[in-house]
């Protein structure tokens, strides 16, 4: 059965770096069927897709955050993560793994998020 | 890019119809058969509706419906229950180079 799990510090401080973990059991991530997919939600507001890694080692992201962002993947460990650099309190959300199909780019199964706050 | 257009809130009463528009471009929405929804319950993660404008995932009742014309995505759920209260996203590709998604701004549903 599968299975996505979010990780990480719930706290992160200004200008600081916002690091996080996805764990993915019960199916691999080393597939050319899907890509592994951060979102995030601030507090009632909607969803916004950050970015995404493929099998391959490719990486797509968000062109409004591209410059701080980095997604990589270890396929060992079935895991992925994301990395945000010089965070803001704009950047409090809760964050959400997904997997992408990539013939309909559909959001298929997700993580049950995970709240990060930004504040000193 | 800017975000996919949905009106703020819909309702309708207890098996009855309604329908979600999500209002997008010729960049994305109307270049691309890839528009996809998403129901959220308070609290939870968003799950899959609809994919690639009208395919419904093994699952998911035949009440939810997907259509596109032109720049216009729609989701129409008949025969509303109360757990189809939820807040509701489309979400289209946005195409190449950067591979971009993007979504909605998202509708509250409320089942009278």
């Known amino acids: 059965q599968m299975q996505m799990q979010e990780s990480g510090p719930g706290l992160v401080t200004p200008s600081e770096t916002l690091f996080l973990t996805c764990i993915v059991s019960?199916?691999?991530?080393?597939?050319?069927?899907?890509?592994w997919v951060w979102i995030r939600q601030p507090p009632g507001r909607g969803l916004e897709w950050i970015g995404n890694?493929?099998?391959?080692?490719?990486?797509y992201y968000n062109s409004s955050l591209k410059s701080r962002v980095t997604i990589s993947a270890d396929t060992s460990k079935r895991q992925f993560s994301l990395k945000l650099d010089s965070v803001t309190a704009a950047d409090t959300a809760v964050y959400y793994c997904?997997?992408?199909?990539?013939?309909?780019?559909?959001?298929?199964?997700w993580g049950q998020g995970i709240l990060v706050t930004v504040s000193s | 890019q800017s975000a996919l257009t949905q009106p703020a809130s819909v309702s309708g009463s207890l098996g009855q119809s309604i329908t979600i528009s999500c209002i997008g471009t010729?960049?994305?929405?109307?270049?691309?058969?890839?528009v996809s929804w998403y129901q959220q319950h308070p609290g939870k993660a968003p799950k899959l509706m609809i994919s690639?404008?009208?395919k419904r995932p093994s699952g998911i009742s035949s009440r939810f419906s997907g259509t596109k014309s032109g720049n216009t995505a729609t989701l129409t759920i008949t025969g509303l229950q109360a757990d189809d209260e939820a807040n509701y996203y489309c979400?289209?590709?946005?195409?190449?180079?950067?591979?971009?998604?993007?979504f909605g701004g998202g509708t509250k549903l409320t089942v009278l």
């Open positions: 997904a997997r992408q199909d990539n013939t309909g780019w559909a959001f298929d199964f």
């Open positions: 019960g199916v691999s991530i080393n597939t050319n069927t899907h890509y």
């Open positions: 890694t493929y099998y391959s080692g490719s990486t």
């Open positions: 010729v960049n994305n929405i109307g270049s691309y058969s890839l």
């Open positions: 690639e404008v009208s």
């Open positions: 979400c289209s590709y946005a195409g190449s180079p950067s591979f971009h998604m993007l």
